[in-house]
């Protein structure tokens, strides 16, 4: 329960990586292993944090290492997610014909920018420091 964010965030980047058709399958391979061992490194090193650290009272090294830790991996998850992004958002946009067509692809751009910087607050706070 504790990564739940976690999985609906990879399950997010999976659900785009496969739909997308543009990438070919070798390519939604290299990506899904990619984030699979990423995200086994992090839970790794999160629960070794928890183990080395969490005491009652729980010291501050611990919230120094875990926020180091959460900071350090949000570019590693959140680059290659927002390069898919836009990928997906170029070709959409070149592929389509019509001004109104292309409008409403530039306005589905805010919606997709508020998700995005909603995972991005979501997972940062793997690294909440009180």
Avoid at 22 to 42: A, E, N, P
Avoid at 73 to 90: A, D, K, R, V
Wanted: with cysteine; net charge positive.
């Amino acid at each position: 329960m504790e990564y739940m964010a976690l999985w609906f965030l990879l399950g997010i980047i999976f659900m785009i990586t496969w739909t997308t058709k543009g990438f070919q399958l070798w390519l939604k391979m290299i990506i899904t292993i990619y984030y699979l061992v990423l995200s086994f490194v992090f839970i790794m090193r999160k629960e070794e944090i928890y183990r080395q650290f969490h005491t009652i009272p729980v010291p501050n090294t611990f919230w120094d290492a875990n926020s180091d830790w959460v900071s350090s991996l949000i570019g590693f998850y959140f680059l290659p997610f927002l390069l898919i992004l836009l990928f997906n958002y170029y070709r959409w946009f070149t592929q389509t014909s019509g001004t109104a067509k292309k409008v409403g692809i530039v306005l589905s751009l805010i919606p997709s920018g508020v998700v995005f910087f909603c995972l991005l607050f979501i997972f940062s706070m793997y690294g909440y420091r009180p």
